[in-house]
């Protein structure tokens, strides 16, 4: 039946995204006050989602998603949330004392997280391998077996302190299992009880660790989320012996448009003022599974070009606007779930090509990806706009309902130093197969703190950004489609009948370059200087359906760029997709909104004349560059630009120094060696195809330690044993006959 449907699956998917906007233009008119303050911007988007952690979680292919999704700037993505990581760990219960852990697979999987500047999102999903039958724990009548599970928890958490530190840890969110669904009062109160488990387990290893649940579905069909609010607050917790048990935030999934997200998160908090009163202050709220439909292996059309992007800005502006700010700031995260591996049609940041043996792939960026470059340049205070109609906000997802219509919505924001970003919107969320109208947008400044600025106007549709409409010029298997199709994302029969792809064919080195300069965020036209009169500036441009603009004035800093810092090398040696040599370069942007792009420079050899290897501008911190099969390694330095065109220093691979601030990981030498401060342990990680050779010296230059790393292993230097406290050090890596040395800062 599959292959009966794959066609029709085909027209199904491409249709919507490549229908033309063909009727007059909307005129839409937007004021924005920058002097008129609102609230803090919460930035509630800053978490997404990838797919079962004990399987792809330990791929190359994970972690260059974690490594693009880590590179959007200004950690505009904060959280990363994956299912089942129980089940990487693996437990020895034979000996006569007690449980011997190994934790190496969870390690694998969190050390790739935080080296990308983001923090687990800790769904307590599953069970250790080798714990017998603890999916049967029955936590209501065995005290041995809450005992047991209570231990375990303690000691993955005790570890993951341990590891990495707990400062870093504060930071993290525990959450309960995902989508537990009981099916009796005895399931629903062993489920509770087990919440009640993980919490004390939790909160003995620190009071000041985030715990919360139960990541169900929205609309609450049991009324789960209600009882177990409603024991946390009012039942007696059994192994503390108090009423109540803490719950730091509650989580649940909504699957559908953007209004019922909103509508989701206001039911919650009204239920909790009115039934939980004790909550009501300092309870926070999470949507982790923020989708406009379920199920993240569905192909659908629009998830490939910008009718995505449309799409999640609008959930965003929703939730922003009609919760977070409401609400004091309770609406802590919302989670649109969108980091799995797929293709153009998938529940996706990235498009992923991969070879028939499955052995080789390559990555392009969607339209959802820059969304979040976008969010990410977007200041820390909202400030009022006016001036234009918005429709009717919706209350239901009837499709025949008058209020879906197509909307235009703008976001405005201000930073401290006056910069001005507004985020503007064209979204049809509904009605999908008709024609969507283009806006005329009129866009008015008031109140601006200062005389010159530049302007800049990011774009995202179908001609901007989107390196899918490259791909399909290039001829990939999507022209020449027609016919009768089921185009309404809600349609049963849609959903039924649209079945699994294959993926779009590969691409070869000619047309991987064009798509990759293709996939970065684009300007709609060069920054320019913009002509400001008394605190006031009106521009004109035409926004298509779908699409979002970003405009920035930016007054000119002081000085040109900074330094990035902590440059590193995923793999210089592996062949990519096409057969040439990839080599992964990421990096510690620059804490400036002003950058217009990065340099990427590369030079055969270290003293030698350095070339910018890439064609496109952009901002983000991961770059891939793709040299001829069998050219040497070379060097490569990384230099910010700013929208003056004034350059920072290039700094090297390896020329750094660990900052101190959250995220010290990623510095790897030009050698390929990794290194990464936790704690007081110090992480050197050999990412390369040969046995490498580290040395540890004081700045007397005496020798503290040498060893030797495998290829693709690791070792950890524990700076308490070796009695190294705090101050500075130095490590010189070699490996296959080079040399490196880094300083590192020890606190």
Partial sequence: MKDRYFGNALLYLIIISLAPCVLAAEQVSIAVDAD???APLQRMWRCTGHASGHYEAHSREFRLNTMYIGGIPHNSIEFMRLHNLLYTIEVD???????VYDWSGL???????????????FELMGGPR??????????VNSEKDRDTWKNFIWALVEHCVERYGIEEVRGWMFETENEPYPKTDEGFKNLVIKFQADEAAIHAVDSAL??????????DGDGFIQYLLRWCHDSVNVFSGDTGTRIDFVEWHSKGPYWLAVEDAKNKIDFINQDCPDFKDNILLVDDES???AGHGMPLAWKIGPSYAAMVACRIWACQTKVAEDYGGRYQLMNQDNAFIHGWPGRSMLCRFRSADENHFAYIKKTSILTYEMLSLLGDTHIRTTGYDSPPFPTSNNKDDPDNTGRV????????????????????????ESTPDDAAIDLTFNNLPFSEAMLVRYQIDEHHSNAFRVWQKMGGPVDDLSGEIYTHIWDKEYYETVVSMQGPEIPDAGQLAALRDSMELQTAVPPAEAAISGGAFTMQFDLPCPGISLVILAPRPASGPGPVSNVWIEDNSGPSLTG??????????????????YKVLYSETENGDYQCVNNADFFSTTFIHNSPSGSPEGYYKIQAVDYWDRTGPAVAVGEDVFSGKRFLAGTAAQSGIAILRKGKTIHCRNRSYHKATITLFDPQGRLLLQDNIPSKDALAIDTRAKMLFSGIFYLKTSQNNRLHVQKIIIF
């Fill in 36 to 38: 008129d303050e609102i």
């Fill in 93 to 99: 219960t034979t000996g006569p004392s007690a449980p």
């Fill in 107 to 121: 390690d694998a999987v969190f050390d790739q997280i935080t080296e990308n500047g983001m923090r687990p999102n």
């Fill in 130 to 139: 080798g714990m017998k039958n603890w999916g049967q724990l029955d936590f």
């Fill in 210 to 219: 985030m715990y919360g649940g139960p990541g169900r579905a929205g609309s």
């Fill in 291 to 293: 989708d406009p439909v």
């Fill in 409 to 432: 919505e703008a976001l405005a924001t201000r930073d401290p130093d006056g910069r001005v970003a507004v985020l503007i919107l064209n979204n049809r969320e509904y009605y999908i």
């Fill in 580 to 597: 040439e040599r990839e080599t992964v370069i990421r990096w510690n942007e620059t804490s400036s909104k002003y950058i217009k792009t």
